[in-house]
C-alpha cells in the first residue's frame, strides 16, 4: 500500500470477502455442532426413559412374585397378617425415647393451628391454586421474548458489531492520519517492529476454539503496530484500509484457524503452507521492487527457510541426543537404595 503497488480498495474488498466467508463457515460448524449436541442429548433421554421403564417392568414382576408368598398365613395367626404386624406397636414403642424429638411429642407440645381445607376455601381461591402452580424460578426479564432463535439473534449482534466497527474506523481515520505526525520514521519503524515481535511471543498459539477472542496483549500490540504504521499512509483511505484489514487479521482471522484446526486438520496444514507462500512472496516483491519472478523465488526461499528452522533444526537436536555424556561425581544429589529386609 505504501508503494502504492496494492489499491486499498482490493485490499478492503478481499479481506472483507475473506472475513465474511470465514464466518459464514465458522457458524455452519457451530450449527454442525450444537446439532449434533441436540442429538446426544436426546438419545441419552430415550436410554433413560427406557432404563426406567426395566426398572419398573423389573419391580412390578418382583412384586406380583412375591405376592403369594406374603399373602400366605404362618400357623396360629389370621390369614393376611404377617408376623412383622404384630412387631410393629413394640417397635414403635422402642423407638419413641429417642434423642430426636418424634412427630408425637413435637405435636403435642405445640399448639395446635386449624389449616385451611378445602370445604374453607371459596371456589374462586381454590380454581386460583389448581390452575397457577408456583413457578420454579424467577424469570431474568420480565419483557417480550424474540421471535427469532438463538442462532439468528447471535448472527444479528455480530453483523451490527460489524457495521458499527466499519462506520467507527471512517470517523476516525483521519485523526489516526495525524496521530504520529510529529514523530520521525525511525521511530515509527522501530515501534511497530517491537510491537510485532511483542504479538509473536505473546500469542496463544495452543488455544482451543473455545476461546472466542485472541489474547489481549498480543492483539493489542499488532493493532498498535498497524496504527502507528497506517498514520505514515498518504491519505485517509489508505489509513482505513491497512486499519480494517490488520483489525480482520489479527482479531478475527485467529478465531477461524482455532475453528479449522479443530474440524479440519488438512484444511488447516493447507491454509498455513498458503500463508508461508504469500507472505514469503509478498515480502520478496516489496523488498526488491520487482515482479512476479521475485515473489516465485520468494516463496522458494520462503518455504526453505521455514522447513528448515521448523523441521530440519528440531530432528538435529533430537538426533544431537545420543551424543550427550551424562557425567555423575560427588556434586551429584544421592540416589537411595531401597534393600528389602531379607537381603
Known amino acids: 500500500i505504501f508503494q502504492e503497488r496494492v489499491s486499498p480498495q482490493t485490499v478492503v474488498g478481499w479481506a472483507t470477502s475473506g472475513t465474511v466467508a470465514g464466518w459464514v463457515l465458522r457458524d455452519w460448524w457451530q450449527s454442525e455442532e450444537d446439532l449434533e449436541e441436540a442429538l446426544a442429548a436426546k438419545r441419552g433421554l430415550q436410554d433413560a426413559s427406557m432404563v426406567a421403564e426395566d ?93 427469532f432463535s438463538p442462532r439468528m439473534q447471535e448472527r444479528l449482534t455480530t453483523a451490527k458489531s460489524a457495521i458499527l466497527i466499519y462506520c467507527s474506523l471512517l470517523g476516525l481515520s483521519p485523526i489516526l492520519k495525524s496521530l504520529t505526525k510529529s514523530t520521525s520514521s525511525d521511530s515509527i519503524w522501530a515501534l511497530s517492529s517491537w510491537l510485532l515481535i511483542l504479538n509473536i511471543f505473546t500469542f496463544d498459539y ?75 512472496g509478498g515480502l520478496s516483491i516489496t523488498i526488491s521492487g520487482g515482479g512476479w519472478g521475485m515473489g516465485v523465488l520468494g516463496i522458494l526461499l520462503g518455504g526453505m527457510v521455514t522447513c528448515l528452522s521448523l523441521g530440519l533444526t528440531s530432528w538435529w537436536l533430537i538426533g544431537l541426543q545420543r551424543y550427550k555424556n551424562e557425567i555423575h561425581g560427588p556434586w551429584d544429589p544421592a540416589r537411595p537404595i531401597i534393600r528389602r529386609h531379607w537381603d
Open 55 to 147: 426398572e419398573e417392568k423389573a419391580s412390578t414382576s418382583g412384586t406380583s412374585g412375591s405376592a403369594p408368598a406374603s399373602a400366605t398365613a404362618e400357623f396360629g395367626m389370621p390369614y393376611g397378617e404377617t408376623p412383622m404386624a404384630i412387631n410393629a406397636a413394640s417397635t414403635m414403642t422402642s423407638k419413641s425415647h429417642s434423642r430426636n424429638p418424634s412427630t408425637g411429642s413435637t405435636s403435642s407440645n405445640l399448639p395446635s393451628v386449624p389449616l385451611a381445607s378445602a370445604d374453607m376455601l371459596s371456589p374462586s381461591q381454590t380454581a386460583a391454586s389448581s390452575a397457577t402452580p408456583a413457578p420454579a424460578y424467577l424469570p431474568k426479564y420480565p419483557g417480550k421474548s424474540s421471535s
Open 206 to 280: 495452543g488455544a482451543g476454539p473455545e476461546v472466542k477472542f485472541p489474547a489481549s496483549l498480543s492483539t493489542n500490540a499488532a493493532l498498535m503496530a498497524s496504527t502507528v504504521l497506517a498514520s505514515r499512509l498518504p491519505s485517509t483511505t489508505h489509513v482505513f484500509s491497512l486499519t480494517l484489514f490488520s483489525i480482520e487479521v489479527f482479531g478475527l482471522f485467529p478465531v477461524f484457524r482455532r475453528h479449522l484446526r479443530h474440524h479440519s486438520w488438512p484444511g488447516h496444514l493447507w491454509l498455513t503452507i498458503a500463508l508461508v507462500s504469500m507472505a514469503s
